[in-house]
């Protein structure tokens, strides 16, 4: 299974964005699939996460703000993000956890930049 990232990019503070994490094959019923953000110098914190049953969880720092959702015929996981702030800017991942084997599979990352 591999996982790509997309959708970062330079939006200003109070601005949304809306990031994809693809699957190359289906996982949701299988894997628990989650967002985690690396802001610069620091390290890598949760976001978001989606277990196999559908129960979708958000960190405190985010609440409100993200919605997160997936499309199971498409294998592919998206992070709506609303009302943007400096603090939301970091590098964005996608990993996929297998629940029987607690096999975990990273994606490559996708940048967010919060700037005016």
């Known amino acids: 299974v591999q996982l790509q990232a997309s959708g970062g990019g330079l939006v200003q503070p109070g601005g949304s964005l809306r990031l994809s994490c693809r699957a190359s094959?289906?996982?949701?019923?299988?894997?628990?699939v989650s967002w985690y953000r690396q802001a610069p110098g620091e390290q890598r914190e949760w976001v978001a996460s989606v277990g196999f049953t559908g129960t979708i969880t958000y960190a405190d720092s985010v609440k409100g703000r993200f919605t997160l959702s997936r499309d199971l015929p498409d294998n592919t996981m998206f992070l709506q993000m609303n009302s943007l702030i400096s603090e939301d800017t970091g590098v964005y991942y996608c990993?996929?956890?297998?629940?029987?084997?607690?096999?975990?599979?990273w994606g490559q990352g996708t940048l967010v930049t919060v700037s005016s």
């Open positions: 990993k996929a956890r297998n629940t029987f084997t607690n096999h975990e599979i």
């Open positions: 094959t289906s996982i949701f019923r299988l894997h628990d």
